[in-house]
């Protein structure tokens, strides 16, 4: 599959999740918390191993 198709699925995805969040975040749950952890996790897929 190309990078572009990948990066445009996982972008169409975060937006989906950004939107599921602030549907809980009106709900009372604590979403930038939960945001932050996702970032870290998906900076962490990122980081070189080794």
Do not use: F, H, Q, Y
């Amino acid at each position: 599959m190309p990078e572009g198709t990948i990066r445009g699925r996982l972008r169409a995805a975060k937006l989906d999740l950004r939107a599921a969040l602030d549907t809980l975040a009106r709900a009372g749950e604590d979403v930038e918390s939960t945001v932050a952890k996702l970032e870290d996790w998906a900076r962490s897929l990122r980081a070189p191993s080794g």
